[in-house]
DNA sequence: ATTTATACATAAGTGAATTATGTATAAGAC
DNA sequence: GTCTTATACATAATTCACTTATGTATAAAT
């Protein structure tokens, strides 16, 4: 994935930068395969990052400005952490509030109730 | 659209068979051009389905079987009423918990409360 | 010794939507 | 009476996020 066990991966297309944005604000300093990780024990396993979807959008995050990196050698095997920039910090609390909108006006749309 | 008003259209994406199906199931026999209305109409404005988004869409849920058409002449002009089959009428509900179930996950992801 | 997990990366392909066009009738503005 | 807007359908070209596939390499587990 960005993928999987969810039925209609179709509704995932557009989260992907959210949830990086935002797992980053509240995890602080982590690398790649860790927020996968993070992101699939968080989703109870239904949500699972492949590298295919993960490191491109890492790349492009940082590219824009919003993430930094730190690479780090652990013995001989590459990390590299990713943290947020002020304008990441920002943009994380924007997606998320347009997050919640689009829940909102689609939850009025389909006539459903969105209680936790 | 199947876009705009709202900030980030990749949200959108993967929704628009889930709300043709729905907005279907609650308001029976439409037309194209009315269910655009009703989506613009439910979501206040922020909502608006663009044709190249709606007719490819309503016409591959007919290739599907998902929905039934019924062509009407409006003295001269064309209007092709859409209703759902009875597999759409299933799918219609499967999406509909497909996207609770989605938001759900999102929600434990971002850390944020889904209260209408 | 072999498989699985850790850890990165990128290139080719898909497919839903966007953008752009096209056709045509009816209503409203002025 | 003409010009604009609304109604009502349709499709072709393009975009771009993500999937699928592949590649490299170390470390741990069985």
Redesign the interface.
């Known amino acids: 994935m960005y993928k999987s066990i969810?039925?209609?991966?179709?509704?995932?297309?557009?989260?992907l930068?959210?949830?990086l944005l935002?797992?980053l604000k509240?995890h602080g300093k982590m690398y790649g395969y860790e927020i996968a990780q993070r992101?699939k024990e968080?989703?109870?396993e239904?949500?699972l990052l492949t590298e295919g979807a993960l490191y491109p959008a890492l790349h492009k995050l940082e590219a824009e400005g919003l993430l930094k990196t730190e690479t780090v050698m652990m013995g001989k095997r590459v990390r590299k952490y990713y943290s947020l920039t002020s304008e990441g910090r920002s943009l994380a609390k924007?997606?998320?509030s347009?997050?919640?909108?689009?829940?909102?006006?689609?939850?009025?749309?389909?006539?459903?109730?969105?209680?936790?």
């Not at 347009?98 to 936790?116: A, H, M, P, R």
């Open positions: 969810m039925h209609s991966p179709e509704l995932l297309k557009g989260t930068q959210t949830i935002k797992v509240d992101v968080l989703s109870d239904r949500l924007e997606r998320v347009e997050f919640l909108d689009f829940i909102k006006t689609i939850g009025n749309v389909l006539q459903v109730e969105l209680s936790g």
